[in-house]
């Protein structure tokens, strides 16, 4: 479906957050998303995937990561001096910031008319998937897929060390997981620790031949293939779980 797009700002902790906003242009209302990108903030890779998750019939709210350490409007190229500025804005965003934006954004997106309040969810890739996980923690929270997340395993997140992994137990809405076999992030015994501490939940996952990223289109991790699967997985997820409620 046709979508339209937007940009707002949050203001959390004295520091204003900008956050690219995508929704059908059909009236809803529609099931809410918050959808936390990798490293490199808002770039058109980026966009493309928020954007194209919301025509499949979900308002998109997609936040900059590190605003409180990068300039409104910041986009961190993928290269090796990007990769470098990335990790340290993670680094050093503390991981109740992190928390604080969660709850602004589910706080914003249940006020919005177009938004089902009933319908809340969050998707992330990278280090989005371990805040997308986080967001999970809320109890408002439906459906959540994690794709490919980073620092679940070892708690790498921010300053400190996360206890994502540790709470997992608290999560009460549905979970996806997605992996890639030849993710150097996140290799095989660490995949495994995580699907264990995962066991009990209302949980799914799925593991491509593929490597870290493969769903963003810009580098040579890209399988278009694999994404379009790894997409219509997903897709199906989202709908089933933020399906409308039954009076």
């Known amino acids: 479906m046709r979508i339209e797009q937007q940009t707002i700002g949050l ?3 004295d520091s204003l957050m900008r956050v690219h906003l995508a929704r059908p242009v059909e009236q809803g209302p529609w099931p809410g998303l918050m959808f936390y990108s990798d490293i490199y903030q808002l770039g058109d890779p980026i966009l493309r995937l928020a954007n194209r998750l919301a025509g499949y019939g979900f308002v998109v709210a997609a936040p900059e990561i590190f605003h409180r350490l990068e300039p409104v409007g910041t986009v961190i190229e993928p290269d090796a001096i990007g990769r470098l500025r990335g990790n340290d804005a993670a ?38 998937g371990h805040l997308a996980f986080r967001a999970a923690l809320r109890p408002e929270v439906r459906a959540t897929a994690c794709l490919y997340p980073t620092g679940l395993q070892n708690g790498k997140l921010g300053r400190g ?9 608290e999560i ?13 992030h996140v290799p095989a015994d660490d995949r495994e620790g995580v699907l264990e501490a995962l066991r009990g939940l209302k949980h799914e996952t799925l593991l491509f031949e593929a490597n870290h990223t493969f769903m963003r289109d810009d580098g040579w991790r890209w399988d278009p293939d694999l994404a379009d699967q790894a997409w219509a997985a997903v897709i199906k997820f989202l709908r089933r779980e933020l399906a409308p409620v039954q009076p």
Do not use: M
């Open 11 to 13: 203001t959390v902790d």
């Open 91 to 128: 680094r050093r965003t503390e991981i109740a910031a992190y928390d604080a934006d969660a709850q602004a954004l589910l706080s914003w997106l249940r006020d919005q008319a177009e938004v089902d309040e009933q319908r809340l969810g969050a998707i992330g890739f990278c280090i989005g």
């Open 161 to 169: 060390v996360a206890d994502s992994l540790q709470r997992a137990g």
């Open 172 to 184: 009460q809405g549905a979970l996806f997981t997605l992996f890639g076999s030849d993710d150097p």
